[in-house]
Nanobody, 128 residues
Framework: QVQLVESGGGLVQAGGRLSLSCVAS????????MGWFRQAPGKEREFVAVITWSRSDTYYADFVQGRFTISRDNAKNTAFLQMNSLKPEDTAVYYCAATPRTYYFDTYYYSDQRYDYWGQGTQVTVSS
């Protein structure tokens, strides 16, 4: 079992930045692909970014447009999501997720159904 705990959310003005962290416990995450998802009120959960375990390849949702950076520190058992140039439409609960499975196509990681472990989420609110 892997337990994930997100932190770093908060209230920020448009154009600001936040850095989210996802600390894992129970197992080391060096062989887990880590993803970030978000869910805004009244909307379905959507993919934000993913970093694979094998080569630390990174993939992002189109709406990120170079504003976010996903990274990982296996020694600290932590994944990160640096968010810059935040927009009001980025307001959502952000979730960290992990999967030990490897998929050939990166698009497979865009579905929340591919992940086995989830954190409780951290609220990000961007004011205009």
């Amino acid at each position: 079992q892997v337990q994930l705990v997100e932190s770093g959310g908060g209230l920020v003005q448009a154009g600001g930045r936040l850095s989210l962290s996802c600390v894992a416990s129970g197992r080391t995450i060096h062989s887990y692909t880590m993803g970030w998802f978000r869910q805004a009120p009244g909307k379905e959960r959507e993919f934000v970014a993913v970093i694979t375990w094998s080569r630390s390849d990174t993939y992002y949702a189109d709406f990120v447009q170079g504003r976010f950076t996903i990274s990982r520190d296996n020694a600290k058992n932590t994944a990160f999501l640096q968010m810059n140039s935040l927009k009001p439409e980025d307001t959502a609960v952000y979730y960290c997720a992990a999967t030990p499975r490897t998929y050939y196509f990166d698009t497979y990681y865009y579905s929340d159904q591919r992940y086995d472990y989830w954190g409780q989420g951290t609220q990000v609110t961007v004011s205009s």
